[in-house]
Every structure is written in structure tokens, then in C-alpha cells.
């Protein structure tokens, strides 16, 4: 796995042409891929509970980072990174909630668990730079 520092540099280095080239967003995706193939393992009647709710708020983790590399200013895209890491720690709850309620193992949801640790640090590392090493 990449760390957030190496992603970092490779901001630095490369080009960003479209958030689609930022790793951040590509492993946001990834843990979009993880996250709908958990949530078919949820009993029927979460349909439209808590597995909408945890595939939409795993949706807008990738989006608003998408949304926030578009924008115009540093601080707007940094902002966009904050939400997008407020429903990431939704997502991560909400799996927390699944594995309580039993509808997977613990360890089912290890892979989605770490990834969401990965990107969290990246969104800091990327946010951090946007704004300046002494700005959170």
C-alpha cells in the first residue's frame, strides 16, 4: 500500500490534470468497491436503511473529493476535503454498526476498515498542503 507521504510527493511531482489522477480519490473509489460489496451481505429489510445510508455516505467520500478538486482556490478544495473526510468517519461508523449488529465478521470489514485509516491520513496530508504546514 502507498502511504499518504509518497501520495503527497507524487502530487508534488505529477501533474494533476483531473481529480481522477489524484491516488486519494482512486483508493476512495476502491473503498467504494469494498464497501457496496459488504453492504450486499446486510439482511433484506436494511435495504433502504443502513445499507442506502452506508453506500451513499461512502459515495460522497470520492465526489466531494472530485467536487473540490474543481473548484477555483486552495481553501474551497480544502474544505471539500473535510467533508469528504466527515463521511468517511459516517462510513466507518456505520460499518462499526453492521459488524455489531452482526451482519459480517470483524474481519470481513478489516480491509474496508484499513483503507479508511489510509485515506483519512491522505485527506490530512492533502489538506495540509493546500493550506500550508501550520493550517489544519
Known amino acids: 500500500m502507498q502511504s499518504a507521504e509518497s501520495a503527497e510527493l507524487r502530487v508534488q511531482s505529477a501533474e494533476?490534470?483531473?481529480?481522477?489522477?489524484l491516488i486519494v480519490w482512486q483508493k476512495a473509489m476502491d473503498l467504494v468497491?469494498?464497501?457496496y460489496a459488504l453492504s450486499r451481505t446486510f439482511p433484506r429489510y436494511e435495504d433502504h436503511r443502513l445499507s442506502g445510508q452506508v453506500t451513499r455516505a461512502v459515495v460522497s467520500v470520492?465526489?466531494?473529493i472530485a467536487e473540490g478538486q474543481a473548484?477555483?482556490?486552495r481553501k474551497d478544495f480544502a474544505n471539500f476535503l473535510m467533508m469528504a473526510k466527515g463521511s468517511l468517519n459516517e462510513?466507518?461508523?456505520l460499518l462499526l454498526v453492521a459488524v455489531r449488529q452482526q451482519y459480517f465478521r470483524d474481519g470481513d470489514a478489516s480491509?474496508?476498515?484499513a483503507l479508511i485509516d489510509e485515506i483519512s491520513r491522505m485527506l490530512?496530508?492533502?489538506r495540509r498542503r493546500l493550506l500550508g504546514r501550520n493550517q489544519e
Open 62 to 64: 470520492a465526489a466531494n
Open 71 to 73: 473548484r477555483s482556490t
Open 16 to 21: 494533476i490534470k483531473s481529480y481522477r489522477d
Open 111 to 113: 480491509p474496508a476498515l
Open 124 to 126: 490530512t496530508t492533502l
Open 33 to 35: 468497491d469494498a464497501v
Open 91 to 93: 462510513t466507518e461508523t
